[in-house]
């Protein structure tokens, strides 16, 4: 199990180390909107800055996350070494090459596409080549989980495959579908206008190919944390996972149901007709499904472990489940996070809702909430938990993780909160400067003032973070136990093949694909070009501002 | 287990469930979105079933009534930035283009630099943009009596090689994407040029220019000004404000000088000008 271990802690930190300063970021960034004074004022260096926080925070942590993830979960749930530890290492390294290149395009001010690249806004060609190793290079880790699920059921023919494996299988399956759409949009489009080997760009189709990715990308973010919500929360509060084959059926409907939504990105995308807009919005409202039945599951779950531990009556329960453990406190702010932003999500995948919010800081507010606060916090209840598994170091205090779980909470809620109804009021996003002495934009003041304090408080949550994982790792070796799955109320005997495998999942996911995107994107080869001259960034002052 | 179900084997439950809820959802969406939907107007009867498929597809325009009488067109130009004018500029030759700027140095100067006020300089200006402006004069689009002349004499060939020609001139307008002479959040700045050149006034929905001419970031039609005759550039401000001068696609031009005051006009005008440094405006 070894061999895992490394992989893990040096996927994990290369995760966190990008992470404080991505925050650092964030934080002068919402400085910069506001009408408070900013340290190096300057607007093109915010765009720069906000490429790079994207690119970090949406490419960078959440991919060497998984993958790290994904290592552990693949050598602890099977109860055998990783199987391509070398591939491993090998992708690991391609991954690392393409983060440098793309970082370092950016804070040399050639990038400032912002990380969705919004073609035709073009960047320097090692910014995209850059994209393209990283998520290249994570095509490894999907190839090496698929690998070790599949040598691990030829071997065991009897035996369920473990839920924690079956589900970052079907991430990993998730995202090579998912990647598919940017890295065409990259090697089809931007790559050869970047080396200037074409003379347009076909935007319409970029954005098209680049919805593919981007819901998808969503729940690839997003499973890590629902895979602690399955196999490691109902263990750590004491209890055990409610049902097995709920668990199955949700990680099956979020690989089926994140793939073919990606256009209710494209809503006010002229390049589309309203049916396949409209068929996809249809289709995104299932997600709601896997949600709801997580839920269910979870609190399900903690229920059992709270009467488990003498809790009684209606509520009794929830006061007996062991809050000192970050795991527990963890998923209870996450669903609190989920839950708000969740409704948000709503308004933002109906058609005609969403026109409201089109391009406001509503948006910008949602993602963080979601993603920055319901899944994020989530990586670090898992680090917490993986942490001593893996270098056999306890945490030194579990006081100060739960007091960084608190303030990540607290800041994301007062950071997005106002930050929504600045949207609603009509702040649009993606603005370096506001003009705070007009009536209409002064009236947004003091909620961007209170935004700005709950992203001084992330900062602080995220300095607390590193701090006690780093505190850790230089503290006395003691435990070793590896990493425990909850076992399942009834634990599975025997599951059906189907939730057991992905074949005919991924065969259906092909056909809604081909039914959802293929009309949409074939259309660009026989009926409407949209190719536009490129306007490049490259040269964009931004250069001066981050020198 | 039951080992051997495969993905196509629809006598197996799950298989079964799968196939038969994504035939269902599939249907149910494409039925709301192309039947119902597509054929909803807002103001006039539902349209017929292949009509709706097609309009939600996005294959026709929309379908409501249109008899109305339609006002005659106006267009600001003739051009367009699309694939084929970037391809037909493209194709300028600078050999020939320099036989046939030796009609153009009498008014705009040796090598398209100008030494008056009442010329714009040409040298160094973006290919296109000389194209289309020529395009302008010889459509009478913009007008401007011996201009108008000249560009009816020469061919679209023509226009195309003199605008390479240009184009490739040194010494007259600066590069339009170059240094960023001036950062930070110009907003707040109290020279008034500068302001508006980098930071606009949102206020009055002035974009700052330099998100067109340069030096941040440039637009496909808008010429780099930095070197530009200043004389020229207050009286070209003039003309947009004033609506005697309307190539502009959009209205870019238009709405922004209109919101312009005079004085703003001649201290943008100097600024970009050739030779004046911004210090000089301090006092104004
Ligand atoms: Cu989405």
């Not at chain 1, 290492?89 to 090459?97: D, P």
């Not at chain 1, 973070?465 to 009834?490: D, K, M, Q």
């Not at chain 2, 699309?82 to 140095?105: M, Q, S, Y």
Request: hydrophobic share 50%; proline share 6%; charged share 10%.
């Amino acid at each position: 199990m070894l061999n895992s271990r490394r992989l893990a802690l040096f996927h994990c930190w290369v995760a966190f180390g990008a992470f404080l300063p991505a925050v650092l970021l964030g934080a002068w960034q919402m400085l910069m909107r506001s009408p408070l004074p900013a340290p190096l004022d300057d607007p093109g260096a915010y765009y720069a800055s906000v490429t790079l926080h994207g690119t970090v925070m949406a490419y960078v942590i959440t991919t060497f996350f998984a993958m790290g993830f994904g290592y552990a979960v693949a050598a602890t749930s099977l109860g055998r070494p990783l199987r391509g530890a070398a591939a491993a290492w090998a992708g690991f390294v391609i991954c690392l090459v393409g983060t440098a290149m793309a970082a370092a395009t950016v804070v040399a001010g050639k990038a400032s596409v912002l990380y969705t690249f919004y073609p035709p806004l073009l960047a320097s060609p090692w910014y995209y080549l850059g994209a393209f190793l990283l998520v290249a290079g994570s095509m490894v880790w999907v190839v090496l989980m698929v690998v070790n699920m599949v040598g691990w059921k030829r071997d065991n023919p009897e035996r369920p495959v473990p839920l924690a494996m079956f589900a970052i299988t079907a991430t990993a399956l998730l995202w090579a579908w998912a990647a598919a759409g940017v890295e065409i949009e990259l090697v089809g489009i931007l790559l050869p206008r970047a080396f200037g080997w074409s003379d347009l760009i076909d935007a319409g189709l970029g954005r098209t190919l680049f919805s593919v990715t981007l819901h998808a990308i969503v729940y690839f973010w997003l499973m890590p944390a629902y895979i602690a919500f399955y196999t490691l929360v109902p263990q750590a509060a004491g209890g055990r996972l409610y049902s097995d084959t709920m668990g199955r059926l949700t990680f099956i409907m979020f690989l089926v149901f994140s793939l073919p939504v990606g256009m209710h990105h494209l809503f006010a995308d002229p390049e589309h007709g309203s049916g396949f807009k409209f068929l996809q919005s249809f289709l995104t409202f299932l997600i709601a499904l896997p949600t709801l039945l997580t839920v269910f599951s979870i609190t399900a779950s903690l229920e059992i472990a709270g009467r488990h531990r003498g809790g009684r009556g209606l509520l009794g329960w929830i006061a007996t489940l062991p809050w000192e453990e970050p795991m527990v406190l963890a998923v209870a702010l996450s669903l609190v996070m989920l839950g708000f932003g969740g409704f948000g999500g709503l308004i933002n995948m109906s058609y005609a809702m969403n026109m409201m919010i089109h391009n406001t800081s509503w948006v910008t507010a949602h993602f963080h909430l979601i993603f920055g606060g319901a899944v994020v916090i989530m990586y670090f209840a898992i680090a917490y938990e993986m942490w001593p598994r893996i270098t056999g170091k306890p945490l030194r205090s579990k006081a100060l993780a739960r007091w960084q779980l608190w303030l990540w909470f607290w800041g994301m809620l007062i950071t997005t909160i106002p930050w929504h109804i600045a949207g609603l009021m009509g702040q649009p996003r993606r603005i370096a400067i506001f003009d705070y002495s007009l009536p209409l934009v002064a009236r947004m003041a003091s909620l961007v003032n209170i935004s700005v304090i709950g992203g001084f408080i992330l900062l602080v949550s995220a300095i607390l973070l590193i701090t006690v994982l780093v505190r850790s790792h230089f503290g006395e070796r003691s435990v070793t136990e590896p990493l425990r799955y909850a076992l399942a109320v009834n634990p599975p005997r025997q599951v059906p093949a189907s939730l057991n495998g992905f074949a005919l999942w991924n065969a259906i996911v092909l056909v809604l694909m081909i039914v959802a995107y293929g009309y949409p994107i074939g259309q660009f080869f026989f009926l409407k070009s949209h190719s536009a001259p490129a306007v490049e960034v490259t040269s964009q002052s931004a250069a001066a501002g981050v020198q | 287990m039951a080992r051997e179900q495969g993905p196509f084997k629809t006598d197996n439950p799950w298989p079964r469930i799968g196939w038969w809820s994504v035939a269902g959802l599939l249907a149910a969406g494409a039925v709301l979105g192309f039947v119902v939907l597509g054929g909803e107007q807002q103001n006039g009867p539902r349209l017929g079933t292949w009509t709706a498929i097609c309009r939600a597809l996005g294959i026709a325009s929309d379908t409501g009534p249109a008899t109305a009488p339609q006002p005659p067109l106006q267009t600001p130009t003739r051009i367009a930035w699309t694939a084929a004018t970037l391809a037909r500029i493209a194709g300028g030759d600078v050999k020939h283009g320099e036989f046939v700027a030796l009609n153009c140095a009498a008014c705009h100067g040796e090598q398209g630099v100008s030494q008056s006020g009442l010329f714009p300089t040409l040298a160094g200006m973006d290919a296109g943009i000389i194209y289309k402006q020529l395009d302008d004069f010889r459509a009478g689009k913009r007008s401007w009596g011996a201009m108008n002349a000249i560009a009816t004499a020469l061919s679209d060939q023509d226009a195309a090689d003199v605008a390479a020609y240009f184009a490739g001139r040194v010494n007259g307008l600066a590069p339009i994407l170059g240094e960023n002479f001036h950062g930070g959040r110009t907003l707040r700045e109290a020279d008034v040029a500068t302001r508006l050149a980098f930071a606009g006034d949102p206020a009055r929905g002035i974009p700052p220019c330099a998100a067109c001419h340069g030096p941040s970031a440039s637009k496909p039609g808008a010429p780099s000004l930095k070197g530009q005759r200043p004389e020229y550039i207050e009286r070209q401000l003039a003309a947009f404000a004033q609506g005697i001068r309307q190539n502009d696609i959009n209205r870019q031009m238009r709405t922004v000088a209109m919101q312009l005051t005079p004085d703003e006009m001649h201290a943008i005008a100097v600024y970009y000008g050739s030779g004046a440094a911004p210090a000089e405006l301090a006092g104004r």
